[in-house]
């Protein structure tokens, strides 16, 4: 029995690190891609538009699996659904490399936003059933971390290859890495089954979607996704034109997300995940309000308030979810991600048009140069506040929600 036990950690671990470089791939492939952007366009002749078209497909196929992963996931098993991933990361990685056109980066950029969505849709509830109570929330917490922690490795190998001369094919190479060694983690291990039986059936799935907590959870999670992912699209951008760096903010943000995220499991021992999500969005509510106001270094004290709120959102959204409404299943937590990642690209051409109409105002105001770009985008960054004030009324209804439930849950247990 004890070897049974040993046997089964030592599988449920092996998962989890397979899991950790599966999401460093997907964080490879969002930050060496932009990386490599200006240099693709030149070697093929590719106009922004082109471009941003190219990187819409990484978007659009990451949503995509992960709602058809969360259908599926108890019909056909993790291990599936990984096995696709890794043929899409892998075909699409080499897709990118030879195929030398623009239909062809089309495609591989989708394969790859496919693999990547695998990841999330076969991962997140994996994690849910092979770890319960706390250390469920300190282990999503920990995968999570590798998201923003890839994003910055990647972003550094991509700039100091750049700047040594080596192509950008070298660079997306780096991303079959990660790729290979999740490929061997997960070979031949045995995925867990639900803890919940209500969880692994599609009925039972869409009968707690419909439930005013998830559709509730629905509206926050769209809401912290933009409160994320809009800033930080922007912000590096902007504050470019006060004397900030935006190389270093993109580094101390998705840095310090990354050691927040390690220390999660902690946190929401002590605060809960109601009490976790209600702090972090006063502390991003701060830290976007001091973007909108705040030049030169203290863009830096901005950044560390706005990564301190935002990392943990997105685990602890998808832990929430996984700890409160369970019979959701992995379909629950894959519908919950893909909110996230359709609202931010809902969002961005939305907050292009704010910045739009900011620089036309800036500009009958007689603001030219990079006064006029500072101005307009911290006006823009301005109304971004409204995002995380928004979350901080619905969170705190969400804290007094769930301690009523658990209130009444105990009334119930002592009866």
Same mark, same amino acid.
């Given at each position: 029995m004890e070897n049974s036990n040993d046997q089964q950690k030592n599988n449920a671990n092996r998962l989890f690190y397979g899991s950790c470089f599966a999401l460093i791939t997907t964080a490879f492939s969002f930050s060496i891609r932009a990386g490599i952007l200006p240099q693709l366009g030149e070697e093929l002749s590719l106009s922004?538009?082109?471009?941003?078209?190219?990187?819409?497909?990484? %978007? %659009?196929?990451?949503?995509?699996?992960?709602? /058809?992963?969360?259908?599926?996931?108890?019909? /056909?098993?993790g291990k599936a659904i990984m096995q696709f991933a890794f043929l899409a990361h892998a075909v699409g990685i080499i897709m990118t490399i030879y195929s030398g056109s623009y239909i062809g980066l089309l495609i591989s950029t989708l394969l790859i936003g496919l693999g990547n969505g695998c990841t999330e849709a076969a991962c997140n509830p994996m994690i849910a059933d092979a770890y319960s109570g706390t250390r469920m929330s300190k282990m999503m917490n920990r995968f999570h971390m590798w998201f923003p922690g890839g994003i910055m490795i990647g972003s550094l190998l991509s700039d100091f290859m750049t700047g040594t001369g080596l192509t950008w094919q070298t660079q997306i190479w780096l991303i079959m890495i990660p790729t290979l060694i999740y490929a061997y983690l997960f070979f031949g291990q045995s995925w867990p089954k639900a803890k919940v039986e209500a969880a692994a059936t599609l009925s039972g799935n869409l009968k707690a979607m419909v439930s005013p907590l998830f559709l509730f959870m629905v509206v926050c999670m769209s809401l912290t996704a933009i409160s994320e992912f809009g800033p930080q699209q922007w912000v590096g951008l902007i504050l470019a034109k006060s004397g900030a760096k935006p190389m270093w903010i993109l580094a101390l943000t998705t840095g310090l997300m990354a050691i927040a995220r390690y220390?999660?499991?902690?946190?929401?021992?002590?605060?809960?995940?109601?009490?976790?999500?209600?702090?972090?969005? /006063?502390?991003?509510?701060?830290?976007?309000?001091?973007?909108?106001?705040?030049?030169?270094?203290?863009?830096? /004290?901005?950044?560390?308030?706005?990564?301190?709120?935002i990392a943990y959102f997105w685990p602890n959204m998808i832990g929430f979810v996984a700890d409160k409404i369970p019979k959701s299943g992995a379909l629950g937590m894959s519908i919950i991600g893909a909110v996230g990642m359709f609202s931010s690209s809902i969002f961005q051409p939305i907050i292009g048009g704010w910045i739009d109409k900011d620089k036309a105002e800036a500009a009958a105001q007689g603001l030219t140069g990079d006064e006029l770009e500072l101005v307009a985008g911290q006006d823009t960054l301005g109304t971004m506040v409204a995002f995380p004030g928004i979350l901080i009324i619905l969170f705190t209804i969400l804290w007094f929600w769930v301690k009523a439930s658990k209130k009444e849950k105990t009334q119930e247990a002592v009866a």
């Open positions: 922004a538009e082109q471009l941003g078209f190219i990187n819409s497909m990484w %978007f %659009f196929g990451f949503p995509l699996s992960m709602v /058809v992963g969360g259908l599926i996931y108890h019909k /056909v098993g220390f999660g499991g902690d946190v929401v021992k002590k605060f809960d995940q109601t009490g976790v999500l209600l702090g972090s969005a /006063v502390l991003a509510t701060l830290g976007i309000y001091l973007f909108s106001t705040q030049t030169g270094a203290m863009a830096y /004290v901005a950044a560390v308030f706005f990564a301190l709120g």
